[in-house]
Antibody, heavy 120, light 106 residues
């Protein structure tokens, strides 16, 4: 069974940092692109970042580029998101997602989400 | 960025009804479109990809159609467990963008 388990969320002050992790199991991790999608409280879904299977290519939305870094450790089946210079508007549930292929953009598995709250 | 616009924003229907949700892209995305269902308090679930391909395990009462800029999600006979919010998402080019969502009430 494919499973994604996020960790690392919490309360942080504006300007602070947080590192999210996602432990993957049940599939050949290095074969699939992975990403992060967030959802602000009571709002819709927003793509944050994606990384290809071997980690050679990454994409970010404009609002996080230069502050967030996505990475993966294929030897440990782990996806990470380093978030620096956090802003109040980064407050959201962050979902780890698995692409259905090498980078189709279709996410066929989602974690349960981890809540990031940026507040003073 | 490609803008995705869904309509209606909310819909109330009865069990057994046929429900249709539409999604319009701000530019041609050919068939690079997915539909997701999100139940309250849960993560989204992929229903349909490539505009009309049913994801494995999804009931056949769900169907998708369209290409270019205009797309449709249809539930042929609404069931109580179908309540939730439905999102379209374009996968033509990053940043992949979602519609604002359609809240379905039974």
């Amino acid at each position: 069974e494919v499973q994604l388990l996020e960790s690392g969320g919490g309360l942080v002050q504006p300007g602070g940092s947080l590192r999210l992790s996602c432990a993957a199991s049940g599939f050949t991790f290095s074969t699939y692109a992975m990403g992060w999608v967030r959802q602000a409280p009571g709002k819709g879904l927003e793509w944050v970042s994606v990384i290809t299977g071997k980690g050679g290519t990454t994409y970010y939305i404009d609002s996080v580029r230069g502050r967030f870094t996505i990475s993966r450790d294929n030897s440990k089946n782990r996806l990470s998101l380093q978030m620096n210079s956090l802003r109040v508007e980064d407050t959201a549930i962050y979902y780890c997602v698995k692409d259905e292929g090498a980078g189709s953009g279709y996410e066929d598995c989602w974690g349960q989400g981890t809540l990031v709250t940026v507040s003073s | 960025d490609i803008q995705m616009t869904q309509s209606p924003s909310s819909v109330s229907a009865s069990v057994g009804d046929r429900v249709t949700i539409t999604c319009r892209a701000s530019q041609d995305i050919t068939s690079w479109l997915a539909w997701y269902q999100q139940k309250p308090g849960k993560a989204p679930k992929l229903l349909i990809y490539s505009a009309s391909t049913l994801q494995s395990g999804v009931p056949s009462r769900f169907s998708g159609s369209g290409s270019g800029t205009d797309f449709t999600l249809t539930i042929s006979s609404l069931q109580p467990e179908d309540l939730g919010t439905y999102y379209c998402q374009q996968a033509n080019i990053f940043p992949y963008t979602f519609g604002q969502g359609t809240q379905l009430e039974i």
